[in-house]
């Protein structure tokens, strides 16, 4: 039993860090309708800068921990936007009346570019930091094993609980929502509106960007250690999460998230580690052949 509830605690901090990533993607998606595969790698750059910001500001002597987060964040989300704000420049928006698989390979490239870019000016070793938050609650004891709640899991589990509120009030209260849900159904026609379509949609990435800065940040946190090739991994699960919770839905995305998380945090302990994904994505094909629109989403209807 402790074991148990041991690994749903382990299983939901994960899914909480998918969940925050997986909003990026179905924020860039409810806009222009393609995956940004670019946004994992975004979310390890600002890993990257999470370490050196940290490491920075115990050299300083800056020791209090809520003034190194809020720093940390601030310039986290800070230079992660304008990756964000970057790569929708230069791979989506000269491809933007193009076919859908020419925006599909600048994003992989712009994805290569970054992971390169990174290994080439901060080296391939991993980069540690020291704990920032240790200790936490010993929830109980059964049998020779304790159960522990650390202060970066909740942390984690806040986080993302409150974005995901900040966000979906985001799109469906404010004008900043309408403008993004009228691009989404018909760009031309938001023009024609006197809505700037190109500010909106690289606001989406900017936001989307941000996401993955405040996750780079908790990864980083919660681990200690970060490099290049995390983008990789993190970005093909949060996107699998995006696409079990269904692609364009906010709540869809963290709920996606955290059934992977569990997943893989029941399977690596009661199974076998190494095959942790084939229970992963063996769960995506099955919730893609009997439900193609994902456990929250809608399917899509083509107007003729």
Known sequence: MGQLIQQLINGLTLGAVYGLIALGYTMVYGIIGMINFAHGDIYMVSAIIAVTVLTLLGSLGIAAIPLSLLITLAV???????????????????????????????????????????????????????????????????????????????????????????????????SFGRQQRACEQDRTMTSLLGINVDRTISLTFVLGAALAAVAGVMVTVYYGV????????????????????????????????????????????????????????????????????????RPEVEKV
């Open 76 to 174: 986290a989300i800070f230079f992660t936007a304008v990756y964000g704000w970057a790569v929708e420049r230069v791979a989506y928006r000269p491809l933007r009346g193009s076919t859908r698989l020419a925006p599909l390979i600048s994003a992989i490239g712009m994805s290569i570019f970054l992971q390169n870019m990174v290994q080439l000016t901060q080296g391939a070793r991993v980069k540690p930091i020291a704990a920032l938050l240790p200790g936490g609650f010993e929830l109980f004891t059964q049998n020779g094993f304790t159960v522990h709640l650390a202060y970066t899991q909740i942390l984690i589990v806040i986080t993302t609980v409150l974005l995901l509120c900040v966000f979906s009030y985001l799109i469906t209260r404010t």
């Open 226 to 297: 970060v490099d290049f090739s995390i983008g990789f991994v993190a970005g093909i699960k949060a996107f699998t999460a995006a696409v079990l919770g269904g692609v364009g839905s906010l709540p869809g995305a963290v709920l996606g998230g955290l059934i992977i998380g569990l997943i893989e945090s029941f399977w690596g302990a009661y199974l076998s580690p190494a095959y942790s994904d084939l229970g992963t994505f063996g769960i995506l094909i099955l919730v893609l052949m009997f439900r193609p629109s994902g456990l929250l989403g």
